[in-house]
C-alpha cells in the first residue's frame, strides 16, 4: 500500500547515528556524530561525553543559553551546516513523555534558537496543520495549498491548506489564527469553525539532521463561498480537489510535502474517505500510531 510507504518514510532513521543533547538533565534533541566535528570552535560552550552532548552547566538560563546558541547557529550557518536562514527564534524545550502532549508555549523555555538549526542539533519541533474541505455535488473536495518557489524547504510541493510552526510566547489557537490569515485570507469569523483533531508525531532523519515533531492537528469545512487566498507570499496558490485526486497525488510520493501525507491520511481515515479494507485501516492507523 503506498500511502502506508508515506508513512514509513516519515519515520525512518537509527538511534546510533546520533547522540543526545542536552540542558541539565533534559534531553532536548539528537546530533548527528559524524557532525559532532562542526562544534569544535564552541568547546567553551559545550560538554562532550561519549554518553551526551551537553549545554555548558555555566549557561543556567534562557537568556544566556540563547545568546550561546545564537552564536554557535550563526556560525553553523556560515560554515554551510545549513542552508538558509529565517531570523525566527524557536522554542527549545525537552522532548515530551508522550508524543501526544502539548506544551505550555507561554512558559519560558529553556532557550530560544534559530529556527533553521532546529533539525541540526535534532529539536523536537511543534507545528499546526489545518485540513480544509468543502462538499460539492459529487462528494467531499479537499484545500490544498501550493508552496511557493522561494520556500527554503519542499518549494513547489503541495501542503495543507494552513500549516506553520508553533513558535515561543503565543498559545497554539492565536498561531492557528494568525498563520491562516497571513497565508489564507481566512478571519476569526471563518476560523472559528475549526476543530481540534489530537496529534500525530513522527520522526526522520534528514539531510540537516534529526527530525523530531508532532503536528497538531485541526480540520474546518469551508463553504462553496469562501475561496482562501494567498496573502503573505509563502503560498503560490490554492486548490480545490476531489480525494481521488488528492489520494493519487499522495501515492505518486513526490508531490507532497512529506510531513503532509501523515495530516491528509489521518483526515481521508476519520472522514472514511479510503478505498481500502478493514485490514487496509488498521495498518494505516496502526502506522500512524492512533
Not at 525566527?88 to 534558537?113: G, K
Not at 496529534?199 to 475561496?227: H, N
Amino acid at each position: 500500500m503506498r500511502l502506508l510507504d508515506r508513512i514509513h518514510e516519515c519515520n525512518i532513521w537509527s538511534q546510533a547515528d546520533f547522540i543526545p543533547f542536552e540542558i541539565g538533565s533534559q534531553r532536548v534533541g539528537w546530533l548527528r556524530r559524524s557532525e559532532l566535528h562542526r562544534l569544535d570552535p564552541w568547546r567553551e560552550v559545550f560538554d562532550f561525553t561519549p554518553q551526551a552532548v551537553t549545554l555548558s552547566p555555566d549557561l543556567a538560563d534562557c537568556t544566556s543559553r540563547t545568546a550561546a546558541l545564537e552564536d554557535v547557529a550563526r556560525g553553523l550557518y556560515e560554515g554551510g551546516a545549513f542552508s538558509h536562514w529565517r531570523d525566527e527564534p524557536y522554542p527549545v524545550l525537552a522532548l515530551p513523555e508522550e508524543p501526544s502532549e502539548i506544551p505550555d508555549f507561554l512558559a519560558e523555555p529553556l532557550a530560544l534558537i534559530e529556527r533553521s538549526a532546529v533539525r541540526f542539533f535534532g529539536l523536537h519541533a511543534w507545528g499546526i496543520h489545518l485540513n480544509g474541505f468543502t462538499r460539492k455535488s459529487d462528494g467531499l473536495h479537499i484545500w490544498l495549498q501550493r508552496r511557493g518557489m522561494d520556500r527554503p524547504l519542499h518549494p513547489g510541493l503541495l501542503d495543507n491548506l494552513v500549516a506553520g510552526g508553533q513558535p515561543a510566547g503565543i498559545p497554539v489557537a492565536d498561531n492557528l489564527l494568525k498563520e491562516a490569515m497571513e497565508e489564507a485570507g481566512l478571519g476569526a469569523q471563518i476560523m472559528a469553525k475549526a476543530q481540534a483533531r489530537g496529534t500525530l508525531s513522527y520522526c526522520v532523519d534528514t539531510f540537516e539532521g534529526l527530525s523530531p515533531a508532532t503536528m497538531i492537528l485541526y480540520d474546518i469545512e469551508l463553504d462553496g463561498q469562501t475561496i482562501p487566498r494567498p496573502v503573505d507570499g509563502e503560498v503560490a496558490e490554492f486548490l480545490l480537489w476531489p480525494v481521488e485526486k488528492v489520494v493519487a497525488a499522495m501515492e505518486s510520493g513526490s508531490e507532497v510535502k512529506p510531513n503532509t501525507h501523515l495530516a491528509m491520511i489521518d483526515f481521508l481515515l476519520r472522514h472514511n474517505l479510503l478505498e481500502t479494507d478493514d485490514t487496509g485501516v488498521i495498518a494505516l492507523r496502526k502506522a500512524l500510531g492512533r
